[in-house]
């Protein structure tokens, strides 16, 4: 079954140009019934989760692919797996006028099981082949517009993946020559008896390696690639920003620290504080930037720069609330992130205006679409009975029970980064639905509310967002059952 969900979408893609569609309402009933066909597999594997590791590929030795679902790779493939078919139902109609879009759904419908395959790793190198490959399946989608904006915006993207991937092997590497297996073991693989020489040494590889996956989460100083991403169509920003290629650098980042290196090696140690001053320092910086942004998608990448780290620091506090913390925010920020995305591209969709001064208006215009907006903007700022405050409040207090001083510092831009996010987004509401008295309404008047393709996943998302903030428990519960039983 492993396979099987991983292969589907990829098989699905590869089909496309093959088969002779007589409209596209032929070709999205197609892609949508596979998706949705793969997500219920999905779904059905997590609740008859397989004991048994899957080897497709045996190179030599230790070294293979091999799948296989734990705790974490089924809370990953669970989210993937619930908001890829609302994501690729959104898409339809946004790529109604577009050119090229049967090549559109072929990487997008793609990178599904790409996903997939990094959350069902089994060992590291499966997951860094499949990491690499998402980046060659999303490239096309980043230069989708073949605009000289979105050629540059791909090269961007590409430079900096592949550095990132340069840096991630070294780390690879590393763990598989002094570790006792290649596979995830919860602890950490590092044979402490034959490392004590080098210890200084697997600390800065981890370093390295932190910043390799990272690139994928945008921290800084490799945050440049996700603003310039926005040039390409929305449903791509979404799933850059919010389910796909961020979500998966953080997911790895968790897995080579939790998993590989393991937490007792690195707690108390220089390369903990070096990696937690970095998560601290790009909190601040993104939404800073996010403040000073005019540009509505290229505002929310900002936001998601910040938003990404916030997940990072839960993972280098290095204790088991902050994995709850990383974790649940992983899943409750991809519902806030995608909810907001979203609704910037169907205002972009339906008016043609790209900057926050031109949403004057719009939300009595359109307003679900600007009430969803506003839904996730709000817990983005982490308003309580939304789900974004219970992220947060996970990791607050995962923070101060660890004790250490970057980790109040990291208290402190969490604060911080809340009155920003305040500012930055509820600006954007204020503008849509009271944009002053002089406003002439007569500007907007051509104005209407997107199709129900749009709109029911914007329903659905900010109905869960609000759901999970007010009924957090079992989404916890769950999240505290797949830590449990670290070494730290």
Known sequence: MMLIVVILPMFTALLLPLLSFRSRKA?????????????????WMLFHAP????????????????????????????LVAFLWPFAELYSFEYMERQENAESFFLFYTATYGVTLGVALSENILTMYFFFEMLSLVTLPLVMHTRTR???LASRSYLYYMLGGAAFAFIGMIFV?????????????????????????????????????????????????????????PTPVTALLHAVAVVNTGAFAVMRVTYYSFGTGMLRGTWAQDMVMGLVVFTILYGCSRALKETHFKRRLAWSTVSNLSYILFGVALMTPMGMTGALAHLVFHSFMKMCSFLCAGAVIHKTGRHFIYEL?????????????????AL??????????????????????????????????????????????????????????????????????????????????????????????????????????????
């Open 379 to 488: 817990a983005l700022m982490g308003v309580p009975g939304l789900c974004g405050f219970v992220s947060k409040w996970y990791l607050a207090r995962a923070a101060v029970e660890s004790g250490e001083p970057l980790a109040y510092a990291g208290v402190g831009a969490l604060l911080v980064s809340a009155l920003l996010t305040a500012i930055y987004m509820v600006g954007i509401v204020v503008r849509a639905f009271f944009p002053g008295r002089d406003f002439d309404y007569r500007t907007v008047e051509d104005v209407r509310e997107p199709g129900w393709k749009m709109l029911v996943p914007l329903a659905v998302l900010a109905a869960l967002t609000l759901c999970f903030g007010l009924h957090s428990g079992p989404v916890v519960r769950v999240l505290e059952e797949c830590v449990r039983g670290f070494r730290y």
């Open 176 to 232: 598989l020559v002094y570790g006792t297996t290649s596979s995830f073991v919860p602890g950490g693989v590092l044979d402490m008896a034959h490392i004590q020489e080098k210890k200084d040494t697997l600390l800065l590889v981890y370093v390295l390696c932190f910043g390799g996956f990272s690139v994928k989460t945008a921290m800084w100083p490799f945050s440049a690639w996700l603003p310039r991403a926005g040039v390409a």
């Open 27 to 43: 070709m999205w009933i197609y892609l949508e019934t596979a998706v949705c066909a793969n997500s219920v597999l999905v779904w």
């Open 51 to 78: 004991d048994k590791t899957l080897t497709v590929f045996r190179f030599m030795h230790d070294l293979s692919i091999t799948l296989r679902l734990d705790g974490p790779g089924a809370v990953f493939a669970g």
């Open 360 to 376: 004057d208006g719009l939300g009595r215009k359109m307003p679900k679409v600007f009430g969803c907006f506003t839904v996730a």
């Open 149 to 151: 904006e979105a050629t």
